[in-house]
């Protein structure tokens, strides 16, 4: 079993920037895909970005594309979301979710861990 926690969400400004870390336990996450999820008030769950297993492959969605990095030490067992360029419709709690497959995948129903989710809010 892999239990993640997220870190790093708070109050930012449009315009500001925000680390997200998500700490995964157990010996399974050096080859494990990984994923971020967000989840608005009143709205769906949306992809946010995955990374495969070695790090080597990134997906984002179109709507943080460019502004929004994924990436991964599984050395230290521990996810990242580098959040540029933040607007206020980033605001969501986001989760951190992980796979038994190594291959990324960009639908939340693939995704066989999560976490607790951490929650950003950006102001205008």
């Known amino acids: 079993q892999v239990q993640l926690v997220e870190s790093g969400g708070g109050l930012v400004q449009a315009g500001g920037s925000l680390r997200l870390s998500c700490a995964a336990s157990?010996?399974?996450?050096?080859?494990?895909?990984m994923g971020w999820f967000r989840q608005a008030p009143g709205k769906e769950y949306e992809f946010v970005a995955t990374i495969n297993w070695s790090g080597g492959s990134t997906y984002y969605a179109d709507s943080v594309k460019g502004r929004f990095t994924i990436s991964r030490d599984n050395a230290k067992n521990t996810l990242y979301l580098q959040m540029n360029s933040l607007k206020p419709e980033d605001t969501a709690v986001y989760y951190c979710?992980?796979?038994?497959?190594?291959?990324?995948?960009?639908?939340?129903?693939?995704?066989?861990?999560w976490g607790q989710g951490t929650q950003v809010t950006v102001s205008s």
């Open positions: 979710a992980g796979r038994r497959s190594s291959n990324s995948n960009v639908k939340r129903d693939e995704y066989d861990y």
């Open positions: 157990g010996r399974t996450f050096s080859s494990s895909a």
